[in-house]
Every structure is written in C-alpha cells, then in structure tokens.
C-alpha cells in the first residue's frame, strides 16, 4: 500500500525484514578475506553522479540515493549498486527499482552490476509455468534482462549470489 499524499512514505514490516536480511548477508560477505579489496557507501548525491544542482531537499542539501546494498567499491572505484523489493501482489512500488539503471548508465557500469532482490507475494509464480501476474510479473521480466536478479531466495542463496556477484566483478575488473 502506498502512503497517503501529504504523508512520509513508510515500509511494511515483511519488507524492513526482506531488506534487513539482504544487509545483513552483505555486511557478512565483505567481512572475507576473499572480498577484502570491497567496500560500501550507504548512500551517493544524486547531484554528484549528474553533475547536477538541482536535486535538493527542502533544507537545501544534496537529495540521496541509498540503495539496500549500498554503492558497491572495488579498490576505491564504484563498481556496483542495488536494492531490495518486497511487494504484495497487488503494489508496483517495485517500478522504483529502475532508477538504478539509470544512475548506473551515468556510473557507466553494466546494468548486470545492479545486484536486485525480489520478494514477498507479489513475485511468487502463481502455476508451473512461472507465471508471475500484473506489473510484478513486467518488472521481473525487466530486472532479470538487465540485472543480477534474486527472486524470492532464502538467506543462503544470496549470500551464494552475492558472492559470485562480487567474484565476477573482480575478474573483470582486473581485465
């Protein structure tokens, strides 16, 4: 459900906890040794990465962007962004998530190095053939096209995912 106009937006309890999950396997993953040359920025200026003034707040700063997983560094170089979406079937909040391929065409990144988690209800596939319906179903059509997709995973699998994420960035990073 969206939040009433005029009011702060809010998030869901299923989808603080779908997030929290997601941090909290990222924070683990860059702990490794094997990882040791990444790091993260929990938000970036939109302004900065446009070259642009005119994204501000009502107080005059910098308006942010703070994707789930943060702005991704490979030996001080941003090499990666992403964000987590959980949603009822019935929402399309999930539609946000394309302003990080935005921003990661201006960054100049491959738009398979927006690292996206999608869950809860509204991403589950309703009979064998995978069918996911309304725009949840076009969203995941569209992230799995141009993102490294997560759909509906249990912890372990993106702590497996997030690990090859990280492992095929420094292999072409290192090119």
């Known amino acids: 459900m969206a939040a009433p106009v005029g009011t702060n937006s809010f998030t869901?309890?299923?989808?603080?906890?779908s997030e929290q999950t997601l941090r909290e396997v990222i924070s683990e993953v860059i702990e490794v040794p094997?990882?040791?040359n990444f790091s993260l920025a929990r938000s970036y200026s939109v302004n900065e990465i446009y070259n642009s003034t005119i994204a501000t707040t009502k107080t005059g700063r910098d308006t942010t962007s703070e994707p789930d997983t943060g702005l991704l560094y490979y030996r001080g170089k941003v090499v990666g962004l992403g964000d987590n979406k959980w949603q009822k079937s019935n929402n399309n909040a999930c539609q946000r998530i394309f302003q990080f391929l935005a921003d990661s065409?201006?960054?100049?990144l491959d738009s398979k190095r927006?690292?996206?988690v999608l869950d809860g209800p509204g991403f589950e596939s309703i009979n064998?053939?995978?069918?996911?319906?309304?725009?949840s179903g076009g969203t995941l059509v569209r992230c799995q096209h141009h993102f490294t997709t997560l759909v509906c995973p249990k912890k372990s699998?993106?702590?497996?995912?997030f690990k090859k994420y990280?492992?095929?960035?420094?292999?072409?990073?290192?090119q």
Do not use: A, D, N, Y
């Not at 064998?128 to 725009?135: A, F, K, R, T």
């Not at 699998?157 to 995912?161: F, M, S, V």
């Not at 990280?166 to 290192?174: A, P, Q, V």
């Open 12 to 17: 869901s309890t299923e989808s603080k906890k």
């Open 34 to 36: 094997e990882f040791e």
């Open 105 to 108: 065409i201006t960054l100049k």
């Open 114 to 116: 927006v690292f996206v």
């Open 128 to 135: 064998e053939s995978g069918h996911v319906p309304g725009q």
């Open 157 to 161: 699998e993106i702590t497996k995912e």
């Open 166 to 174: 990280l492992r095929r960035i420094m292999i072409e990073e290192e």
